[in-house]
């Protein structure tokens, strides 16, 4: 797995990779402007984005990863669980990490949005959860519908939100916490896909 993370170290920098991981840093970069260049340079499978990122801020890099180098996932680094990481979801990354995590939860948090799975804060699934919910009872756009979520994502994120460990959801249906990851991961792809549509609908309307 290939890894690019954007922080400038003079805030402090996202949390660090440790020595013995299986992943290839290919680069650490300073400011926005230059983690987009180097994302499409690079192609790495992860961008770790410090939500506090110079020059360019964190949502518009998520937004043109999102656009232009899909294929990238990106995880973004939080000191709080608050709006300004929320909207980096919005945006386009696949979830968030707290910054003062563990060498072993950084890891794992960066194989598992690499493999499509969403690794959310409590907060953050909270209002995702309420979003989609509010986007679903609006009138449905023939050629652009809201999204509706499956009862278990509902549940997946409704238990997060509640700041239940993924584990610990996995535990009580007897199933991988892996597979609670990937149904968050859906319900962000859901989120994702309706405010890219928002977005092409609005810029066609104001042509």
Not at 140 to 165: C, M, S, Y
Request: glycine share 6%.
């Amino acid at each position: 797995m290939t890894v690019l993370i954007a922080g400038d170290p003079g805030i402090g920098a996202p949390p660090a990779i440790p020595a013995g991981a299986e992943i290839d840093v290919v680069g650490q970069v300073d400011t926005g402007n230059e983690a987009i260049s180097m994302v499409l340079t690079e192609l790495p499978d992860v961008l770790l984005l410090d939500t506090r990122i110079l020059e360019t801020d964190a949502r518009a890099v998520c937004r043109r990863i999102r656009e232009w180098a899909p294929a990238t996932r990106v995880l973004a680094a939080t000191e709080h669980d608050d709006e300004q990481a929320y909207t980096t979801v919005v945006a386009g990354a696949a979830g968030a990490v707290r910054r003062d995590v563990d060498n072993a939860t950084i890891v794992a948090a960066l194989s598992e949005v690499a493999r499509g799975e969403s690794v959310l804060l409590p907060r953050m699934a909270s209002r995702l959860l309420h979003d989609l919910d509010a986007w679903a009872e609006r009138s449905a756009d023939p050629l652009h519908p809201p999204p509706t979520l499956t009862a278990t994502e509902r549940e997946v994120l409704t238990r997060i939100g509640q700041g239940v460990d993924p584990a610990m959801i996995a535990v009580t249906h007897a199933v991988t916490s892996h597979l609670v990851n990937l149904h968050a991961g859906f319900a962000v792809a859901k989120l994702h896909r309706y405010v890219l549509g928002s977005e092409r609908i609005a810029a066609d309307r104001r042509r």
